[in-house]
Structure formats: C-alpha cells, structure tokens
C-alpha cells in the first residue's frame, strides 16, 4: 500500500470514478462522494467542514465534481432560456461548491512537500476561447471556477512554496454529464482513458504549475 493519499471529490462521477481507479496505482485513495463517509454534499458547507477534519492530510486531491444538465436544468441555447433558478443552480455545484472544497481542503495541504489540488473545469469556462456563444450558466459557472482558483492559488502560494492549485479541462469524456451533447465527430474519449491522462498531468505538477489553467494533456488554455 502507498504512503502517499490522495483525495478524490465527486468519485461517484463518471471521471472522477475512473481517475480513484487510476490514482489507486501509486496512491493510497480517499473516494468522496454523496454516498461516502463522510459523504460531501456541495450544497452543504457543513459536511465539506466535517469531511476535512475527520480526513488526514493529503498531497493530491482531485475535485471530480460539476453540473451540466438535470431533469430541471440544462444548457441554455439563447438568453430566452435564461433563468434565476438554473443559473444560482450552475453557481452552486460549479462555483461555489469547489470554493467551498479549497475553503477547508487547502489547508489540509502538507506545507512541507510537494501538493497538488486540482479541480476540473472546462475549456468552454474560457472567455477568450467562447467562440460559439450559447451555455450561458455552465459556461460562466466555470469562468467564476477558474476566478477562484486564479485567486487562491495566489494566496497558497504565500504560505505553500511547493504546492500547485491548477484548473484542469478533462477534455470530452463519455459521462452522463456529455451523453446528451456528444456529437458525431467530437472526440469523445472513455472514462478510464481520460483518467489516466489526467493522472499523468496530476503526478507530472510541481510548483510552477500553480495558477495555472491545463488542458489534460497539459498545454495551457487561455482564461
Ligand atoms: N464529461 C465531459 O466531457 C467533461 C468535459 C469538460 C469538463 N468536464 C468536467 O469534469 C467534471 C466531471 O464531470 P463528469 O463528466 O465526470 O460528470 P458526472 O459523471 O456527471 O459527475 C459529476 C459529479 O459531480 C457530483 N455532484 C454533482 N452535484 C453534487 C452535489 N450537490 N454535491 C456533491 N457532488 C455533486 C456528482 O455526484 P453524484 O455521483 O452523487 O451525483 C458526480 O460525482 C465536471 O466538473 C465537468 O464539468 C467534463
């Protein structure tokens, strides 16, 4: 068994299920779901609260967790379909729960050693690559994201020399979340294959990655 651990958030998900397999390789791993326990509801600060004391220190964690589409809600094609509810809704998984996450994990960081927090966005979260429009409350839930973790990894620097806080594009994974978008065309890879990438990204960060938005294969995206 591996001495080193890593935290993964929303190992219920499609991605996030598949990387706690493939992390599992070299780290002992903490999966976090809704279901676990301690079980993480983003809605809920208090169970983010509970799970980090209860938790030990960890030098990976993995925020697996988003929101596109539910019976109530999906992406908006036109301002028309714009509304209160959908939008506080993207806000709340996409935003304010992975602040949320940092808020109480970040600490849990060794200050001593090499660490990694990475949380998934999305390369449609980037305002300079937003070229065709439409996604209104995924798109700007994901740019708040990236805000956030920009802002973060600012002040974890201060105190966390060798720690990276990243934004991470998975790329097109084949997950409930993308199943009703996925076009003819559009490469769109499984879980377990995007999981690996992503792996190889996570273990290949250092210090000079922090702040920084990476797509899996680790080139930069534009904010
Ligand atoms: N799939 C893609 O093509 C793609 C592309 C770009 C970016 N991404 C990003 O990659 C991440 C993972 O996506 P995925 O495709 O794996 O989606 P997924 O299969 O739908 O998984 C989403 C995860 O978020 C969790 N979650 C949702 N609401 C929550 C809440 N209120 N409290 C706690 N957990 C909650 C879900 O938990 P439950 O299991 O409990 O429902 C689930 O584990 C997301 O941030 C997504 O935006 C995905």
Same mark, same amino acid.
């Given at each position: 068994?591996? %001495?080193?651990?890593?935290?993964?958030?929303?190992?219920? !998900?499609?991605? !996030? @299920? @598949?990387?706690?397999? *493939?992390?599992?390789?070299?780290?002992? #791993?903490?999966?976090? &779901?809704? $279901?676990?326990?301690?079980?993480? =509801?983003?809605?809920?600060? *208090?169970?983010?609260?509970?799970? *980090? %004391?209860?938790?030990?220190?960890?030098?990976? +964690?993995? %925020?697996?967790?988003?929101?596109?589409?539910?019976?109530? /809600?999906?992406?908006?094609?036109?301002?028309?379909?714009?509304?209160?509810?959908?939008?506080?809704?993207?806000?709340?998984?996409?935003?304010?729960?992975?602040?949320?996450? +940092?808020?109480? /994990?970040?600490?849990?960081?060794? $200050? %001593?050693?090499?660490?990694?927090?990475?949380?998934? &966005?999305?390369?449609?979260?980037?305002? *300079?690559?937003?070229?065709?429009?439409?996604?209104? !409350?995924?798109?700007?839930?994901?740019?708040?994201?990236?805000?956030?973790?920009?802002?973060?990894?600012?002040?974890?620097?201060?105190?966390?020399?060798?720690?990276?806080?990243?934004? #991470?594009?998975? !790329?097109?994974?084949?997950?409930?979340?993308?199943?009703?978008? &996925?076009?003819?065309?559009?490469?769109?890879?499984?879980?377990? =294959?995007?999981?690996?990438?992503?792996?190889?990204?996570?273990?290949?960060?250092?210090?000079?990655?922090?702040? $920084? /938005?990476?797509?899996?294969?680790? &080139?930069?995206?534009?904010?």
């Amino acid at each position: 068994m591996s %001495d080193k651990t890593a935290i993964v958030f929303g190992a219920g !998900g499609g991605i !996030g @299920a @598949a990387l706690a397999e *493939a992390l599992g390789d070299t780290h002992r #791993v903490i999966a976090l &779901s809704r $279901r676990s326990d301690p079980p993480i =509801e983003l809605t809920d600060e *208090a169970t983010i609260a509970a799970a *980090a %004391d209860a938790l030990p220190e960890a030098a990976l +964690m993995v %925020d697996c967790t988003g929101f596109l589409h539910d019976d109530r /809600f999906g992406p908006e094609k036109s301002w028309k379909q714009l509304s209160a509810d959908s939008l506080a809704h993207n806000f709340a998984i996409n935003t304010i729960g992975p602040a949320l996450l +940092m808020k109480h /994990f970040l600490p849990k960081l060794p $200050r %001593d050693a090499p660490a990694v927090f990475a949380t998934l &966005s999305a390369k449609v979260g980037s305002i *300079a690559d937003n070229g065709y429009g439409g996604w209104y !409350g995924y798109r700007a839930s994901k740019a708040a994201l990236n805000q956030i973790v920009k802002t973060a990894s600012i002040e974890l620097a201060r105190k966390w020399k060798q720690a990276a806080l990243v934004a #991470v594009h998975p !790329g097109t994974v084949d997950t409930p979340l993308s199943q009703p978008f &996925s076009k003819a065309g559009l490469s769109v890879r499984p879980p377990e =294959e995007a999981a690996r990438e992503i792996a190889r990204l996570l273990l290949s960060l250092d210090a000079g990655s922090n702040g $920084r /938005f990476l797509s899996y294969d680790g &080139s930069e995206l534009p904010w």
